[in-house]
Antibody, heavy 117, light 105 residues
Framework: DVRLVESGGDLVQPGRSLTLSCSAS????????VTWVRQAPGAGLEWVGLIRSNTYGATTEYATSVKGRFTFSRDDSKSVAYLQMDSLRTEDTAVYYC????????WGQGTRVTVSS | DIQMTQSPSAISASVGDRVTITCRAS??????LAWFQQKPGKVPRRLIY???TLERGVPSRFSGSGSGTEFTLTISSLLRDDFATYYCLQHNDYPWTFGQGTTVE
């Protein structure tokens, strides 16, 4: 079965850091970009960014709201993508989804991040 | 950043109705426009990409159209299963941006 599973969501204080993981199975993870999308409570979808496959240098793109604070990476040997979030703000509170295969064909179930003092 | 504006924000509709949702981009996006459906408590699902192309398994009652800066998602005859929130996404320029969503209720 094709699967993506996010993990690492937690309650953190503003200004702190957190790293999310997106574990893939059932498809050729190394050949696919990984996209991150978040959804604040009661709000719409927000594109966070993506990391391309290593074929394209694992280059990254970020939303303006997270650029300079969030960093994507990937470990194809483990079929895992990471989202490192630094200098967290209360407005980063959301469910974070990863998706892959033609960017959006497969989604994880999401992991919740709450930024609060 | 390209701004995506959906209208209306909510639609009150009944089974069998024809439903149209509009998405306007703040600049041209070369038809790099996708539509997503999200049901409450569920993961989003891409319905359409490249303005017109249905994802595998998406019923033919869904269709997409448009060009330039104005795009539409049409549900030809609404089924109970279609009550959800719909989002457009431009994937022409980085950063990609979603519309604010349209709830069909």
């Amino acid at each position: 079965d094709v699967r993506l599973v996010e993990s690492g969501g937690d309650l953190v204080q503003p200004g702190r850091s957190l790293t999310l993981s997106c574990s893939a199975s059932g498809f050729d993870f190394a050949k696919n970009a990984v996209t991150w999308v978040r959804q604040a409570p009661g709000a719409g979808l927000e594109w966070v960014g993506l990391i391309r496959s290593n074929t394209y240098g694992a280059t990254t793109e970020y939303a303006t709201s997270v650029k300079g604070r969030f960093t994507f990476s990937r470990d194809d040997s483990k079929s895992v993508a990471y989202l490192q979030m630094d200098s967290l703000r209360t407005e980063d509170t959301a469910v974070y989804y990863c998706s892959s295969i033609r960017y959006f064909e497969q989604w994880g179930q999401g992991t919740r991040v709450t930024v609060s003092s | 950043d390209i701004q995506m504006t959906q209208s209306p924000s909510a639609i009150s509709a009944s089974v069998g109705d024809r439903v149209t949702i509009t998405c306007r981009a703040s600049q041209g996006i070369n038809n790099y426009l996708a539509w997503f459906q999200q049901k409450p408590g569920k993961v989003p699902r891409r319905l359409i990409y490249g303005t017109f192309t249905l994802e595998r398994g998406v019923p033919s009652r869904f269709s997409g159209s448009g060009s330039g800066t104005e795009f539409t998602l049409t549900i030809s005859s609404l089924l109970r299963d279609d009550f959800a929130t719909y989002y457009c996404l431009q994937h022409n320029d980085y950063p990609w941006t979603f519309g604010q969503g349209t709830t069909v209720e």
